[in-house]
C-alpha cells in the first residue's frame, strides 16, 4: 500500500512539473513572439537617417522597436526628432496602436524632444497608458511641449523623477530654454528690422 501511495505521488509530481515546463515555454514563446513583432523587418539606410525628410515617417516608425527601461538617443529615433511636426501625429497613433509598454515609452521620449512644434499635448494628455515608467515620461514630455520651463525646473530639484527621467527633465529644460532665447532672439531682430524701416523714411 505504501509503495502505491509513493507511486502515486512520484506520477502526481512529474505531471505537475510536465504542466509548469509547458506553460514556461508557451510564456516564454509568447514573448518572444511579442519582441519579434516590434523588430524592424529591415534596417534604415544611411542616407535616410543622415537627411531624414517627411516622406520617411512611415519607414522609421516601423523602424522602432522599444528602447528598454532607459530610454536614449538612437540614429531612428533622432532622425524623427529631426523631422518634427510631421512625425508626431503618427508616433501618437503608433503609442496608441500598442499596449508595449516600451514602445509606448520611446514613442513619448522621441515626442518630448520634438517639443511644442509637435502640437500634440492634448493627445499625450488624453493617452490610455497604465504602465507607471511611459507614464512617468510622459508628463515630463508633455510639460516640455507646454515651454513650462519653470515646472521642468522644479522636476529637475525635486526627487519625483529619480535617475535616467531626471536626465530626461534636465535635457528638455535645456532645450526649452533654448527655444525661448531662440524666439526671443528673433523677436528683437524683428523688431529692429522694423525699427530700421522706420528710420530710412
Known amino acids: ?35 519579434a513583432l516590434d523588430k524592424s523587418p529591415s534596417p534604415v539606410s544611411r542616407k535616410i537617417l543622415d537627411n531624414p525628410k517627411p516622406e520617411h515617417v512611415r519607414t522609421l516608425i516601423s523602424a522602432l522597436n522599444g528602447c528598454g527601461c532607459v530610454p536614449k538617443h538612437h540614429p531612428v529615433r533622432d532622425a524623427l526628432v529631426k523631422i518634427g511636426k510631421p512625425a508626431a501625429s503618427p508616433l501618437i497613433k503608433r503609442m496608441n496602436s500598442t499596449t508595449k509598454w516600451w514602445i509606448q515609452l520611446e514613442c513619448v521620449y522621441i515626442l518630448g524632444l520634438i517639443g511644442p512644434e509637435a502640437g500634440v499635448a492634448e493627445e499625450l494628455r488624453k493617452a490610455n497608458i497604465r504602465h507607471p515608467l511611459p507614464k512617468r515620461y510622459l508628463g515630463i514630455a508633455r510639460t516640455a511641449m507646454l515651454s513650462d520651463s519653470e515646472q521642468l525646473r522644479l522636476y529637475a530639484k525635486g526627487k519625483r523623477f529619480p535617475g535616467s527621467s531626471k536626465k530626461y527633465v534636465q535635457e528638455l529644460l535645456a532645450l526649452t530654454e533654448q527655444r525661448a532665447k531662440a524666439k526671443k532672439e528673433a523677436g528683437n531682430s524683428k523688431q529692429q528690422v522694423s525699427s530700421s524701416k522706420v528710420d530710412a523714411k
Open 1 to 35: 500500500m505504501i509503495r502505491n501511495l509513493t507511486s502515486i505521488f512520484s506520477m502526481t509530481i512529474r505531471r505537475a512539473l510536465f504542466s509548469t515546463m509547458i506553460v514556461a515555454s508557451l510564456t516564454i514563446a509568447s514573448y518572444r513572439s511579442a519582441l
